[in-house]
């Protein structure tokens, strides 16, 4: 029992239920489905008599004591019955009603409790569909429970009906869908067989609409040769023998066609067992059966096709023999008595093999013939084989056709039925297959087994390609070989010859004997064998090592031949060296001219070596008295000459300087031409150096009249990164050329800055350009081969050797510049250079007037002089002595030692060439200590007459701190000393 008042929040019910908010919680045992009922009174003792009364009742009560609380339950929660009292404190039933249903469609079930026992208001509630009415009198506690528990159990009776027939509903209409919708064919008949109830899918198996189909014998539908055991299964049913059968059967479809189903029929039987129908279930089975019989006829053309493997690739086999494997395995196949299989011989010519009958007195033979006609020739082939041959298309025709007559034979052919196809390899048409006259139609399982057919005769056309192309490449490769000028050969792991070419045999054996088999070893000098043997077996490893080298081959006559043999590993398809390829390359007489070059070349570099001591010797034996000579003009300069004596001076020092300056360019080119000059890198003044160089030609140009004009932009103090010698070389020849051959006019040297992609990184330009007598074009053909001039005769008008130009190209090449020249015949010339330099940007005007002054002589230095020439030791005192320093003299490297060892010396002006100890052994025991002197800090400067490419770098290595070729400059000395020597000496 279960109860709630509606103006409670929650209440507590006898079968262990809550309910909390309205909202029934039922007990875990509570298996009955409870009837909820709805009690409307105001009278408070009155409701809990009437739930005390219900307690036995399987219902939830719910209690209002108002109309409009009862209304607002209605609208809120579902009620099986209602007890209603007539007369509420804010309205009626009737007026409870009334609003209750304009709110809901449907009412609860109602009984209608009153106090007074009017029959007008009892006809009035019982025409509102009240189950009763019921007056509180003293009968009213005695008859509630009665009535109650009889309208309930109304109420439960109508409602399980309700459900029971709405059950029935839905399962009769699930069959139904399940019949029609069915994907299985479903049909019901009478114990006779007559059909009473087909669905959908049956029909569209059967192929009858249902119209047809009901009242139609089962039998009629069944193939006839499955009839017989169908109904043997269907009397074993009706007998009670088997409940049920299932069995693949064919059915006759209305159109003839035979459809394949699996079959279920059982008994549909009455409640006491009678059987009542005979239910038929048929699942469609013809797409699988068409499926299995297409895999079995598959498998019975592939087991076919791979009887043709052996003779067709693993076997060599003619064009002919292959068609004619073909043409019989298409008959096979087909199930037809002729056919046709053609094979594209060349671009205009179709072979064709093609069975026929001819009839004779004894039987009736088959026979081939072969044919070659044009494949596009439409009168020669009937329509079908013509679309074949031209168009791919594949042709199936089941009727007659008209006849048609080919080449050579005489009588037409009259096909029955044709069935062909085209035959391709890589999308490249090479032939066709046909079958005619088969006993039936050709069908689609035909055509697949023609078209297998014609994949493998593709594969057997390539091989024949293969093959007729292996062939041919055979007879290539033989006919190269043989006419090779190389010897070629094969050499086993054996060591064995496995094949010659003629030329290998006629270098080996003049007699044309076969070198087959015969010792690669045996073919080589004595001498050449064992380091032979060694490479070949490295050869045959698994490594990648070939063989290349020359060796000395043995001929059979006893003669010999240089060969040079080059040899590389042979590997099968598996990766593995099988043999090696050995091609020998007869050099004899390369041999021969090499060893004429070697000799030649041993002798030229002989004369190189003769040439370069030659110019070494010459070098240091013309500067000894050059610097004599030149030393003495210079204390002469500067001693006190005037007038012709002056004059006298200077033109023997200027043709000294020239004489010098002729054999540093002899000195410079030669170096070039061997590789022997470097080039320095080493910071210089742009603007200095042109000055420095023009000022050398100024008073030779205002002698001949000729303008020197100098334009340097934004030089002033710019300062580069380069070679400053080689710089100042090219200067000095590009001005002294212009000065030479102006006689009037002008002399423009201009040098100009381009600004690169970087602002560190420029191209300077030089232009030296003079209006001089020019250059004829023969001339400037020429202008940079050594030694060359425009005038060669005895009373030329210009003395030279012709060497600067071609050293001055020279140099521009090593600088990584270029020259350009620009000349006419009496018009003039311009030369202008461009030579890639690395900018450190200006210096200020203090630093450059200390670097000037420092040729000024600072301190009064005590230097020792090593020197062994009487000559250069009076010139080279005299020059020290006038320029302020004190000199003491050593003859030898050994008289230095013992110097140094006596006194104190700021520097060493040090000879290299003297007797007993030169000036480099002399260094080396002066800073290492030996004989008791060691000083490694004393300057040492050479001066020598050592002046060839790489001298300087020597003695620099040697420990030596300065450097200075005879002949030497005073300025050049005093500004070498006070470079070395420390200030604080």
Known sequence: MLYRDAEA???????????????MIEAANNEKMMTRLLVVEDDPGLRELIVDLLEDENCCVICCELGEAALQNLQDHHYDMMLLDYRLPDMTAFDLLERARKRRKEIPSFIVTTGMGDEKIAVEMMKQGACDYLVKDGQFLNLLPVIVTRTLQQLRTERQLRRTRLELATTEGLFRAIFEQSAIGMARSSLAGELQNVNQRFCELIGYPPSELIGMSVCRLAHVDDLAEQERLRKQLLAGEIEKFSKEQRFCHKSGATVWGNMTVSLLREPDGTPQQIVTMVEDLTEQKRIEEELQWEMKVKSSLSDLFEPIMSTAISPLALAQVIHDKACELTGSSRAFVTRFAGEKSLDVLLTHSEKNSAQNRETFTVISIPPDDHGLYPEPLFNTLNRRETSRINTPFSPFTL??????????????IAVTLNDELVGSIGVADARSDYTSRHLYALQRLGEFYALALQRLRYDERLDSERQQLNAILDHSSSGIMLVGKNGQILFANRRMSELCFPCDKSLVGVPYLDLLHPSERDGAKDRIQQAFGESQVGIYAERQFLRQDGKTFWGLLSGR???????????????????????????????????AEAANLAKSEFLANMSHELRTPLNGILGMLQLLEQGESEGEQKEMIDIALSSGWGLLELMNDLLDLSSIEVGGLKIRKESFDMHQLVLDASSLFKEQAQQKGVDLHLRLPDLDGERFIGDAVRLRQILFNLIGNAVKFTHCGQIAVNVERLTSVTPDNNMVVISVRDTGIGMSQHLLARIFQPFTQEERSLNRHYAGAGLGLALVKRLCELLGGRIEIESQLGRGTNVKVSLPLERMGKVSPDLLSQKASRHAVERPLHLLVAEDNEINQTTIISMLSKCGYQATLACNGLEVLNQVQQQRFDAILMDISMPGIDGIEATRRLRTGEQGVCDPQIPVIALTAHAMIGDQEQFLDAGMQGYLAKPVMIEHLIETLEDVVPKTH
Do not use: M
């Open 9 to 23: 929040s929650w209440s507590f019910y006898s079968d262990h239920s809550l309910t909390l908010g309205g909202v």
């Open 407 to 420: 080449p050579e034979r005489e009588k037409p052919i009259q096909l029955q039925r044709f069935l062909s």
């Open 569 to 603: 590993p042979l590997r099968n398809s598996f990766g593995k060296i099988d043999a090696l390829v050995v091609v020998v390359t007869d050099i004899s007489d390369r041999h021969k001219t090499e060893k004429a070059l070697r000799c030649a070349k041993e002798a």
